[in-house]
């Protein structure tokens, strides 16, 4: 098994060549599969888009490479309705809230694992409020969310691992502080876009203009991104910041 944060950094190898086609930049869940679909590439030109290859072309996953036997399996992001329809819907496994069917808060997702041959998720590690983790089986998730991982409420929870972390003592958590960490996350990728530049033009579903090419990144294209549900497009089209 890999964690899934082990994929990000690796570059992609093809074996008849020996070449680097790219590195992995993030990765796309497919929710109704409990996989990791496709893995994210960063730009071959300055100027160019994001790439993609699927999970199903990769032939291993090692510690310091990933490796492919064709680079032709490499494809733009843009070009490909399924993977833009699993990137729209947001699941951000790590960092989303874990609770039960019946609404028990479990704590918050750190990390999962995946099947190197398959990219199955076949466990979650979630940090539990005494500071200890544990882990949940793949196969006990009922929904991958954008904000939250439900969990069966029949799952048996293994014996929790690593030392309690001193933690300041502070009011019991409330339902509404469930998706603070997520908002978290979602505030520190929009901080991330402002101020770039975008790498090409974005046109809205009636042809407005969110942004064109070169210009800068700012809460107001956010917020009309957004609006126009182009938020996830917009975060992928974004100039590679040179050296």
């Not at 843009?78 to 951000?92: G, R």
């Amino acid at each position: 098994m890999k964690k899934s944060q082990h994929l990000i950094g690796l570059p992609v190898i093809e074996l008849n060549s020996g070449r680097k086609l790219g590195i992995v930049e993030a990765v796309a869940v497919n929710p109704d599969r409990g996989c990791v679909e496709f893995l994210i590439l960063d730009r071959d030109k300055w100027y160019g888009g994001l790439r993609a290859i699927p999970c199903a072309s990769i032939f291993g996953i090692g510690e310091y490479a990933i490796t492919t036997e064709k680079s032709t399996d490499i494809f733009a992001v843009c070009e490909n309705s399924e993977l833009i329809a699993l990137l729209e819907k947001t699941i951000n496994i790590i960092n989303s809230v874990a609770m039960t069917k019946t609404g028990k808060y479990v704590g918050t997702v750190t990390e999962y694992m995946l099947e190197e041959d398959t990219c199955r998720i076949t466990r979650c590690i979630v940090d539990c409020e005494d500071g200890k983790e544990t882990v949940v089986p793949g196969d006990k998730v009922i929904t991958y969310g954008s904000k939250s991982l439900i969990i069966d409420d029949d799952c048996q929870f293994s014996e929790k691992v690593g030392k309690p972390r001193v933690k300041e003592a502070k009011e019991p958590l409330s339902p509404e502080d469930f998706f603070d960490l997520s908002e978290a996350f979602d505030a520190r990728q929009r901080q991330f876009l402002i101020g770039k530049r975008a790498a090409r033009r974005m046109i809205g579903d009636s042809f407005q203009i969110i942004i064109d090419e070169g210009e800068i990144i700012t809460d107001e294209v956010i917020e009309k991104a957004s609006a126009m549900d182009k938020y996830i497009e917009l975060t992928m089209n974004v100039l590679a910041e040179e050296d």
